[in-house]
């Protein structure tokens, strides 16, 4: 209680984000605003950067040929700008790749850059911190993005996935209005898990107007999962766990009245299935399925390998493709991630 998220949100901008360069583009330029040349008023500033990740790398040119352009860069001149912008960074242990020491030694004021590795029980009970998101306050609102971007050189790639690039697909999303201080409730009640509270964290807040005369006509709700339990890698104040993801994807199946396109890199989930499966079967459906999957996995050897997931996703399959409604497509031209 005190930490649930509302179920959904009006008044938002969303705007899709398809592919790395687009997304790695739009951060760029909400970070390039955060070097306002306004004092702030107060004792703290209301600039503020959180970065969540799986994986973090904040030293590579976000647009390609543009040394000012890595995170590193940005958030450098943006702690050391007039407003002296507070900047948090979550990242998940094994894939830190040097961000958390990178952000804790941005600046001379210790108190505005912090950074901590987020950590958990062996690698054998797959757990990680999977986000993908940023919030960044600057001088014109607060923008949130997530989806499956995460901050690292393989994603240097746009739609037209031309030969010789990087190949590789992924979404995103930006969020301006009310869902962007979800987002951010979101992050500091994970921060908050290590101890990790002070008088400046607590002063970061989000806007949540949006611009006049853009229409913000969007109901977005922000959704999460993490496991049941106490200790080390769980959300203490809710010891049942949380499984809104799944509980959106599979309202949106079973609301579904005309198709249901579905891009994923894994498809390994039964539950899901089962909906699918359900979904199909209701009298009268004339529901149409797409299903658009990576030819292989991204290969976690500590978790599973490639022929774990062929398994999987045969057997989310294999009563599904019998169905003359449903089509699978295995894409080899590029990796999709989403």
């Known amino acids: 209680p005190g930490f649930e998220l509302p179920l959904y949100t009006p008044g ?14 739009q951060l760029v330029a909400d970070l390039r605003e955060l070097d306002d040349s306004t004092p702030p008023r107060g004792r703290f500033p209301d600039n503020f950067v959180l970065l969540g990740g799986w994986f973090m790398d904040l030293d590579f040119p976000l647009v390609p040929g543009d040394a000012s352009s890595t995170v590193k860069a940005l958030l450098t001149k943006a702690v050391r700008s007039p ?30 850059t912090e950074a901590w590795p987020v950590t958990f029980p062996p690698i054998n009970e797959i757990i990680a911190f999977h986000w993908k998101c ?22 240097l790639d746009d739609p037209d996935h031309k030969p010789g690039g990087r190949r590789y697909h992924d979404v995103h999303c930006r969020i301006q209005g009310p869902a962007a201080a979800d987002v951010t409730e979101a992050f500091l009640a994970r921060w908050h898990i290590h101890g990790l509270g002070s008088e400046v964290t607590d002063a970061i807040t989000p806007t949540v107007t949006t611009p006049p005369g853009v229409p913000a006509t969007h109901m977005v709700q922000i959704a999460r999962i993490f496991r049941s339990g106490t200790g080390a890698g769980f959300q203490p104040w809710s010891p049942d766990g949380e499984r809104t993801i799944l509980a959106t994807l599979t309202r949106a199946i079973q609301r579904a009245r005309r198709y249901i396109y579905i891009e994923e890199q894994y498809l390994a989930a039964p539950m899901l299935r089962d909906v699918l499966r359900a979904a199909l079967a209701k009298p009268g459906s004339t529901l149409d399925v797409v299903i658009v999957i990576s030819d292989n996995c991204e290969d976690f050897r500590a978790i599973a390998d490639q022929p ?19 089509q699978v497509f ?5 990796y999709l991630h989403s």
């Open 12 to 25: 938002n901008i969303v705007t899709p984000l398809v592919d790395g360069l687009p997304a790695f583009a």
């Open 83 to 112: 407003h002296a912008a507070i900047v948090r960074g979550l990242v998940w242990w094994l894939n830190d790749n040097g961000a958390t020491s990178t952000i804790a030694g941005l600046s001379g004021t210790p108190h505005l």
């Open 134 to 155: 940023s919030v960044v306050r600057n001088r014109h609102g607060t923008f949130a993005s997530l989806g499956g971007i995460d901050i690292n050189p393989n994603r």
């Open 308 to 326: 774990g997931y062929d398994r999987a996703r045969f057997l989310f399959l294999k009563d599904l493709i019998t169905d003359a409604r449903v």
């Open 330 to 334: 295995s894409i080899k031209a590029y």
